[in-house]
């Protein structure tokens, strides 16, 4: 005699609203013996094969219309292996019941993923191709511990939220489901009735691949291998190397000229990779991948934070892309957005009815800058979700750095907002102290377990110690972009010479601070739109002024301590501002001789000369390794710097900010010997008026600048010249 399950359960399970789907279905054992149950709408007739027997023990008979079938094998106490043959019309399909298999989740990873320590979520949460009991499927699981139910719906069971609800593991909230015969490529989402009763469908936060725009569905796919990580990766990361990263938009860096489209990642590899090599850039750095639902936000909108974007290609040919740049010697740096994400209804807002992700107060939980929603990073589960999500490019797609954008929106409560409009902490104070943790905690982590890679902090206040290590009351960041030299630079560049030696100052203040933490010196994206105007066009003068202001700032920032980074466009002179919906105007260089030609050209120089002299990048980060020899000339508008490595090797860089040559400039120098000059921005093969000093420069026993000897030379004007002292 069965055991017949009560109507109103049945109405339930049927109408998707029954939140523990295997204490019904599957395999149940009865005083009669064993009974198994199942929903499958639609079906005809269902029996019960014995998988070891190979025969049919039972006929599972239609218990209600809508689709429940219960059958009774008796006198049988021991579970076993089973299929259901089912008929729908005249077709007869044998299946593999989802509900004849455990728990999937093992004890360690439920209390790993409640605490928030599970280095690798992506492994355990998400949809994950499998093999059980000898059946492949995909098991799935999601996170939404207020959830009344949560079911899988996608192209294997006709989106359909009554025919796959999951089981709901009360110990952390996570709801998981092993569904046999699924296929790697097949779409899928969760169907999810919120703690309020009402239904939406969302992508799996954890999902490997997912449709693009307007498409929101995501898609199962293999977890990528692990690329191991290389000591060449690691020492081209060190702070002692010199690191020159080109800054990139895939979307516009350059497209199809036939119509307007996007370059593939395969493409992208080819060409891109071969220019950044040729152009002598030691890193790509790339705005964010991660799939997002709006072109204008230039990828910092993410929603879909372990899948590459589908705009360029497949997860695998975007690990293709990094391979390529790998073996062209080039490291490849992520922009990764962990502090906010975009309210759309189908990704993790309202996850599951209640504030899931997000703060729960809009005075904590909404970006009225970006109208996004900011992570919960006191929610453990939140925590391990982003950094897990840091962890997953590094060592499934070989990412040999994480740029974190806007930190400072992350560690100040009051960002952006008026009195009133923030939520002090704990201590009453500003600073976001769940944000602190959690970066420490990823910075630490990648760097224990991840040696060679490096996190680099987009950080625009003076917060102190944010490369200082987590033990020391830092965040851990390896590099920090310096956004105070960035404005006072570019503020200094746009002036009229006749107006610079007011504003001397600017220039040399970098320095004071210069050691304070490892800087990277950018000249972003962020410079060069919103009416910013281009590089070349904040430039005072006329043509000819421009590209010289332009040539000799890149000298000074390619010998100024600190790592350099340069965005896409700026490196050939790009007159107009970037356009994320166009190619860069590669036409600028379709004369060899040309103004952008010589931009390009010194670029180009300045980063092989960059790469081949110790003293301009080995002790970026220690006072050792420079020196002011003229730091005071208001007037002339001139300045003079050594640098130096730990080997005695010695340059001198020497800038002119005004269009008036300077002839016997003599300038104190602490060592005397011959002294060759290396790069010159006013040459004629980058389009300047050639002045300079014929190649060699002697010094003299003449004091000057309160030192025994010095050199007399010729300093071009608007130009920046290395001088480099030969053994």
């Not at 359909?160 to 709801?175: A, K, L, S, T, Y």
């Not at 499934?396 to 009195?419: E, P, Q, T």
Request: proline share 5%; glycine share 8%.
């Amino acid at each position: 005699m069965s055991v017949l399950p009560d109507q109103h359960v049945i109405n339930q399970i049927i109408s998707g609203h029954y939140a523990d789907p295997f204490s019904l279905l599957g395999m149940h054992s009865v005083a009669a013996g064993l009974e198994v149950r199942a929903l499958l709408p639609d079906a005809d007739q269902v029996w019960v094969i014995d998988v070891e027997k190979g025969k049919q023990v039972a006929e599972l008979r239609r218990y209600d219309d809508r689709g429940f079938f219960v059958g009774l094998i008796p006198r049988r106490k021991n579970a076993f292996r089973y299929k259901l043959e089912v008929r729908w019309g005249e077709n007869l399909q044998v299946i593999d019941d989802p509900y004849r298999f455990g728990t999937l989740l093992q004890e360690l990873d439920i209390w790993l993923l409640a605490e928030g320590t599970h280095l690798r979520p992506y492994e355990k949460l998400g949809a994950h191709l499998q093999t059980l009991d000898d059946v492949e499927g995909v098991s799935f699981a999601v996170w939404a511990p207020n959830a009344m139910r949560v079911s899988v719906v996608g192209e294997f069971n006709f989106w359909d939220g009554r025919r796959h609800p999951m089981r709901q593991r009360r110990e952390n909230g996570i709801w998981e489901l092993f569904i046999p015969a699924v296929r790697e490529g097949q779409l899928y989402k969760f169907e999810i009735i919120d703690c309020r009763g009402q239904i939406s469908l969302r992508a799996d936060p954890y999902a490997f691949e997912a449709q693009m725009r307007p498409d929101t569905a995501s898609c199962v796919r293999k977890l990528p291998d692990v690329v191991p990580h290389s000591e060449s990766r690691k020492k081209a990361n060190a702070l002692n190397q010199p690191v020159s990263v080109y800054e990139v938009h895939l979307g516009s860096w350059r497209r199809h000229a036939d119509d307007n489209f996007w370059l593939s990642y395969g493409e992208l590899a080819e060409q891109l990779v071969s220019y950044a090599k040729w152009m002598g850039f030691t890193h790509i750095e790339l705005m964010p991948v991660n799939e997002h639902p709006f072109d204008g936000s230039w990828g910092y909108q993410p929603l879909g934070m372990y899948a590459p974007t589908r705009r360029f290609g497949t997860p695998m040919e975007f690990k293709a892309f990094v391979e390529a740049a790998h073996h062209a010697g080039l490291n490849v740096i992520l922009d990764w957005v962990p502090g906010h994400f975009p309210s759309d209804t189908y990704g993790l807002a309202q996850f599951d009815g209640t504030a899931l992700y997000e703060y729960a107060d809009p005075r904590e939980g909404y970006h009225q800058d970006w109208n996004t929603l900011i992570y919960n990073y006191g929610r453990h589960e939140v925590r391990n979700y982003l950094a897990g999500n840091g962890f997953y490019w590094i060592e499934r797609f070989g990412i040999d750095g994480l740029r974190v954008d806007a930190v400072a929106s992350m560690i100040y409560r009051d960002y952006s907002r008026k009195a009133g409009e923030w939520i002090p902490n704990y201590y009453g104070g500003r600073e976001n102290l769940e944000a602190i943790s959690f970066l420490k905690y990823t910075n630490q982590t990648i760097g224990r377990e991840l040696g060679g890679a490096v996190t680099l902090a987009e950080e625009s206040t003076d917060y102190p110690g944010v490369t200082m290590p987590p033990d020391a009351n830092g965040l851990g960041f390896h590099y920090k972009w310096n956004m105070g030299w960035m404005h006072d630079s570019l503020t200094y560049m746009q002036l009229d010479p006749v107006h610079r030696k007011y504003h001397h100052n600017l220039m040399t203040f970098g320095v004071l601070y210069a050691y304070s933490e490892n800087f990277i010196l950018p000249l972003s994206h962020d410079e060069v739109v919103h009416g910013k105007k281009s590089l070349l066009d904040k430039m005072p003068g006329d043509v000819w002024q421009k590209f010289a202001n332009l040539r000799a700032y890149y000298g000074f920032m390619w010998a100024h301590p600190g790592k350099k980074l340069l965005f896409m466009g700026n490196e050939f002179a790009q007159g107009r501002e970037w356009n994320f919906d166009a190619s860069l105007d590669w036409h600028l260089l379709d004369d060899p001789g040309g103004w952008h030609s010589g931009v390009q050209h010194l670029v180009r120089d300045l980063n092989l000369t960059y790469r081949a002299n110790a003293p301009l990048y080995e002790l970026d980060y220690n006072p050792r390794g420079f020196e002011w020899l003229v730091v005071d000339d208001h007037e002339n508008s001139i300045f003079a710097f050594a640098r130096r490595d730990e080997n005695g090797g010695e340059v001198i860089v020497i800038s002119n900010f005004t269009p008036v040559p300077r002839e016997h400039y003599r300038i104190g120098i602490s060592r005397p010997g011959c002294y060759h000059e290396i790069l010159n921005t006013d040459s004629h093969f980058y389009r300047g008026s050639n002045v300079g000093n014929g190649g060699d420069v002697y010094s003299e026993n003449i004091g000057h600048h309160q030192r025994e000897h010095s050199i007399s030379v010729t300093i071009p004007p608007l130009a920046t010249v290395y001088l480099r002292r030969e053994a």
